[in-house]
């Protein structure tokens, strides 16, 4: 779970870093500052959910591991 989740989180400075290097890019190619913003935002605004729903799968998938698991511990503690 944590492993999932420190990457998403680093996915997720990823997208900003580039979202602000490709801001960077559009000054200088004249793009209108508004225009700049709208897509700046647009992007961190997806990356941000994108961590959001990578998170909700981690939890769910941590949850199935530990549930399979107790599975397990059950089914030998029967035998």
């Known amino acids: 779970y944590k492993a999932a989740v420190t990457k998403a989180k680093a996915d ?8 602000n290097a490709n ?3 559009a000054i200088q190619k004249g793009i ?3 225009e700049i913003n709208s897509v700046t ?3 961190i605004a997806k990356a941000k959910a ?3 729903l990578d998170i909700q799968k981690a ?4 949850k ?6 107790k599975a397990a511990v059950d089914k ?3 035998s």
């Open 41 to 43: 935002k647009t992007t």
């Open 23 to 25: 801001a960077k890019l």
């Open 12 to 19: 997720l400075l990823s997208s900003i870093a580039k979202a």
């Open 32 to 34: 209108p500052i508004d």
């Open 76 to 78: 030998n503690n029967l």
């Open 64 to 69: 199935a591991a530990l549930i399979q698991l």
């Open 50 to 52: 994108e961590l959001k």
């Open 59 to 62: 939890k769910v998938e941590a």
